[in-house]
């Protein structure tokens, strides 16, 4: 079992190491970053003419739930 006095001294020790800790920390250069804000997506708008015809076909392959033309997905199912 641990006394008050040794309790005490742990204590003191913890906030000397804390202390300097803080000073050196102090003493460390940083660099300043800058936000980059963007506007917009990512996405090119268009009329849409231009497409892969092989993607509607492959995205339906790999959707599990599917009727007709349309895939059925779910919300937060995870």
Known sequence: MISERE???I?????EILDKFANSLEKVKTKKKELKVQTGGFRKEGAGEETDSDFR???FE?????????ILAEKKKW
């Open 62 to 70: 790999n959707a599990p739930r599917k009727d007709g033309d349309f």
């Open 11 to 15: 204590k003191k020790e913890a906030k």
């Open 57 to 59: 076909k492959r995205m």
């Open 7 to 9: 309790k005490e001294e």
